[in-house]
Every structure is written in structure tokens, then in C-alpha cells.
């Protein structure tokens, strides 16, 4: 998926060949096997989407710790292009936003884009993102500067039924 140049259109970084993007993952899963294994949550975990009846590859999607901050975090997620505006994007940022603050007791998410994705923007506002603020040709890819767009979301942000309802979406065993 980070091999196509639609996927990494926005991108700072790629496309990448299988080798770069193996190396660039495979720390975070190796971490994350640790943490597991010592019955912790990794600092930065890193989850593969799959479609729900079949099982099949639809992107991933990810908390990156940051690091003068703990309890805060900056989401990622990528979603192949096959596919796009299927929900599959909300839906990653929903669960990323279930995950850091239901789970791992996040105070605050910080998300990021290219000021031309408008996808990935509106993915972010529908999960309750704010705006926070436009850093000016702060990405150089391929030939051209970028605007990044800033946005935040903080715990405080959510009431009892937005955390009900996260929780009713994701949650194993949401009793």
C-alpha cells in the first residue's frame, strides 16, 4: 500500500519499497510484542484494518507517543487506495480516538495534514477534531511545498455519550 503513489499522494514521506517500509514498522511491532508480552500496552501501537466479513487488508492506523508530553499522542492512519470513501478512515480515527482515551488514558490526540487533504481533514472533523492552526510550506514532497494543518482533540472534548458510544463501537466487551 505505501508502494502507490495515490496512497502517498499526501504524504510526507514514500511511496516506499517493501523493504523501507519494513524497517520503519518493524521496531514498533517488535515493542509492541514486548509490551505484550509484560502485560502492558506499547507506547506506540500500531494497528492493521481489515475489512469485517471478509478479513481482507484495508490500511493501519497508529498512535505515536509524543515524547515531552506523556498522555499525549499523534494519530496516523493509512487506508489503501481500493478502499477510499468506504468510511474506513473515520471509522480508524474513531477507534484511534476510543483506543487512546478509553484504553490508554490519553489526555489529548494531536492529528495533521496536507492542507490539499481534504479527506483526511474531514475524517478528523467528523471525529471531533478542532482545527488548531496552519503551519505555511511545512511538508517539500514530490516537487512542491505543502501547508500542514493542525488538529486537536482533547479528552475534556469528550461527554459521557460520545465515550458511551466509543465504547459501544469498539470496546470487547463494552459492559
Known amino acids: 500500500m505505501l508502494a502507490k503513489d495515490s496512497v502517498c499522494e499526501w504524504l510526507f514521506f514514500g511511496p516506499n519499497s517493501d ?12 515493542a509492541a510484542r514486548e509490551a505484550r508480552a509484560c502485560g502492558a500496552l506499547p507506547s506506540n501501537p500500531i494497528f492493521t484494518l481489515r ?24 494519530i496516523g492512519y493509512q487506508i489503501d487506495d481500493s478502499c477510499w470513501n468506504r468510511g474506513y478512515g473515520t471509522e480508524a480515527c474513531g477507534f484511534l480516538v476510543y483506543y487512546a482515551f478509553l484504553v490508554a488514558g490519553a489526555y489529548r490526540l494531536n492529528g495533521d495534514c496536507a492542507a490539499g487533504n481534504t479527506g ?56
Not at 19 to 30: D, K, L, M, N
Not at 51 to 74: H, N
Not at 144 to 172: E, I, K, Q, T, V
Open 51 to 74: 475489512t469485517r466479513d471478509g478479513g481482507e487488508f484495508v490500511g493501519q492506523c497508529g498512535l505515536l507517543a509524543i515524547d515531552a508530553s506523556p498522555g499525549a499522542y499523534l
Open 19 to 30: 523493504e523501507a517500509t519494513g524497517t520503519y514498522f518493524t521496531p514498533f511491532v517488535e
Open 120 to 175: 483526511s481533514r474531514r475524517v478528523m472533523e467528523r471525529c471531533g477534531f478542532v482545527a488548531e492552526g496552519c503551519q505555511r510550506k511545512y511538508w517539500h514532497a514530490r516537487g512542491g511545498f505543502h501547508d500542514r494543518l493542525l488538529f486537536g482533540l482533547l479528552a475534556d472534548d469528550l461527554d459521557a455519550a460520545r465515550r458511551h458510544s466509543l465504547a459501544a463501537s469498539f470496546a470487547a466487551n463494552p459492559g
